[in-house]
């Protein structure tokens, strides 16, 4: 009585900490969880703020410069005329000084615009890695929700096939003690119930380790427990996209990257050209440009600054050359990646269309193998079939049963790959 109660309060414990979960909430929490995705955001809103930084540098600079000091000697000016010699400071032994200079480029050779087309590709860039992490995720959560309700369906075929052996085994146990079978028939039987006990183990293993996945990637307790609310729909196969490449955000940042090595090639040749700028400043300082009155003034200046350099090393080709080899290999780059991803979209297409037919193999062959167990079993009460032979028929029906509940599940995280594939946006939405 007191295992009883005991067994009672632990099983109510477990169902008060279970938590319904249907698919769109398990999207939501695992995208709130990833740590990958903040790490991704973060590098997104980085590279943004650096394009915000090489925008700036079209704008003017202001630098203010604000100078105080002391020195303990100062030159003299000693003018002799004869006897008479007449002596002036050079300055004073305090000097205040502040200046204000106002700096606009006016032409660059391309360095400002290239460093701008290096900063918005490498946004673009980074943009499209969190995109790509986002629909890694979500597929990620797919397979592990579609896995756990695999393994619920298999744990609830386990049950089931003990249910029937254990039927079988009390109806062979009667027959034995009436004398109308003997003991190789009832060692059978209690065999299979056995054999069902052990699939119920193996059931429950599978199920509880596809929970821990689903649960820790959604950021959940590991104490916690889940009950999926869903079921899973019958759905035909979509019609194949005919979009090549796929609209996935791989390509977009292969696309980002061939743009990002292009800009480089743009910023070394710039250094072929001269940087010009216009200035124009104010200085406020005691003594300033009077330098024999110790008295406060100030004045303006305007002017322009050209900065032409040469390297004799020829090192603006050679960089200009190097950059261009980055471009090739990049353009390389994203026509593997698009060749890869129309590949797999076609691939993932076949695969979709045999989990789809596995699935209604599987039905076809759960009805045979019920109405075959049906049969069976009103011939072995009527004594004309043997024992051992409707076990076997009813190992058919559990393996007919097993694989229904497994083929429906693949056949979503199949149509799951396949979303992912072409970059579909029923990738991110629940059923």
């Known amino acids: 009585m007191i295992r009883f109660l005991l067994s009672v309060l632990l099983l109510s414990a477990s169902l008060a900490s279970a938590r319904e979960i249907n698919l769109a909430q398990a999207l939501q929490m695992a995208e709130q969880h990833s740590f990958s995705l903040r790490k991704a955001q973060a590098l997104r809103n980085g590279a943004s703020a650096e394009l915000k930084a090489a925008r700036a540098e079209r ?23 004869g006897p008479v010699s007449v002596s002036r400071d050079m300055g004073t032994d305090q000097t205040y000084q502040t200046d204000l200079r106002l700096t606009m480029p006016l032409f660059t050779g391309g360095r400002i615009t290239g460093a701008i087309d290096i900063a918005s590709a490498s946004a673009d860039y980074y943009a499209a ?4 992490d986002m629909d890694r995720l979500a597929f990620q959560t797919r397979a592990e929700y579609f896995g756990m309700m695999r393994a619920e369906g298999q744990l609830g075929a386990a049950r089931a096939a003990l249910e029937r052996a254990q039927a079988i085994e009390k109806s062979v146990r009667s027959l034995y003690e009436a004398g109308a079978a003997d003991s190789v028939n009832l060692l059978e039987a209690s065999l299979a119930v056995t054999k069902a006990n052990n699939l119920i183990s193996q059931a429950e293993t599978g199920r509880k380790t596809s929970e821990i996945r689903l649960i820790y990637l959604i950021g959940l307790s590991p104490a916690e ?15 194949p996209s005919n979009q090549s490449p796929p609209a996935r955000a791989e390509l977009v940042a292969a696309d ?27 200085s406020y300082g005691k003594p300033n440009l009077d330098r024999f009155n110790n008295t406060w003034n100030d004045y303006f200046t305007i002017g322009a600054n050209l900065t032409w350099s040469f390297n004799l090393g020829n090192r603006t080709a050679r960089k200009t050359r190097a950059a261009r080899f980055a471009l090739d290999a990049a353009t390389q780059d994203r026509k593997q990646v698009e060749e890869t991803l129309t590949r797999d979209a076609a691939l993932y297409y076949e695969q979709l269309k045999y989990t789809h037919i596995r699935y209604l193999s599987a039905v076809t062959e759960a009805r045979i193998a019920g109405a075959n167990y049906s049969l069976a079993e009103a011939q072995f009460r009527d004594g004309a079939l043997a024992a051992n032979r409707l076990l076997e028929i009813v190992a058919d029906l559990n393996s007919a049963e097993a694989s229904l509940a497994a083929s429906l599940a693949d056949f979503h995280v199949a149509l799951s790959a396949y979303y ?8 991110r939405r629940g059923l």
């Open 59 to 81: 704008f003017p600079t202001l630098t203010a410069t604000g100078t105080a000091y002391y020195v303990s000697e100062i030159p003299k000016l000693t003018i002799a005329a």
């Open 129 to 132: 890695l969190a995109s790509a």
């Open 225 to 239: 427990s889940l009950i999926l609310t869903d079921s899973l729909p019958v759905l035909q196969i979509p019609d």
């Open 256 to 282: 980002a990257s061939v743009r990002l090595s292009s800009s480089k090639v743009s910023l070394a040749k710039a250094d072929y050209f001269p940087a010009l700028s216009t200035f124009g400043g104010y």
């Open 420 to 427: 992912y594939a072409i970059g579909s946006e029923n990738l």
